[in-house]
């Protein structure tokens, strides 16, 4: 198996899981919980190798999974429908998709919100107001409300990548030098 298929197969099992779980809370009116404790879950998922190791290696057993992600649920205080659906992805073997499925459900939120997310990346840390103008200036192109989802490269130099949808920006300054790499080397 290609490693492209393994992620999309990973990404519609964790596409059905994430639509389930979305369609319940939304009957329930508690969108805006579900989006914070999912930026909760993401953000556990990004700052703990520890978390990333027993949802995807399989030398924990399910109930060791289970065990795991139902003491993680604990103590973040997840809502009975997310912390249920987390312990139904373990018995089922399937927490290995939890990074999809975060990303999956942050999309559906959003859908539903009538927003964007917009991906930046730049050389330093964006100020508040600088964050805000981009905000604003995305808003005002896609016509829709945007949310910022901002990190740092410094191996870029200096400026910034965008990524809107299909549409990306990039300026910064290693595009930049590369472009110009190319344009010698077909010269020279």
């Known amino acids: 198996m290609t490693v492209a298929n393994s992620a999309s197969i990973s990404a519609s099992i964790a596409g059905r899981y994430a639509q389930a779980l979305f369609d319940i809370v939304k009957e329930s009116g508690e969108i805006d919980q579900l989006a914070s404790q999912v930026d909760d879950l993401g953000a556990a998922l990004d700052d703990s190798d520890e978390l990333r190791h027993v949802i995807s290696s399989p030398i924990y057993t399910r109930e060791e999974q289970g065990k795991a992600i139902s003491a993680v649920a604990e103590k973040m205080g997840l809502s009975a429908s997310l912390a249920n659906t987390l312990k139904l992805m373990a018995r089922n073997r399937r927490l290995f998709t939890l990074p999809q499925f ?79 790499q190319n344009a010698m080397k077909e010269v020279g």
């Open 102 to 180: 975060v990303a999956e459900l942050r999309r559906l939120v959003a859908e539903h919100r009538g927003e964007v997310t917009a991906d930046v990346v730049s050389a330093v840390a964006l100020s508040d107001e600088q964050k805000k103008r981009l905000t604003n200036t995305l808003a005002e192109k896609s016509g829709k409300k945007v949310k910022l989802n901002a990190r740092v490269d410094e191996s870029l130099i200096g400026g910034m990548i965008v990524r809107l949808g299909s549409q990306m920006i990039d300026s910064s300054i290693k595009s930049k030098l590369a472009s110009l």
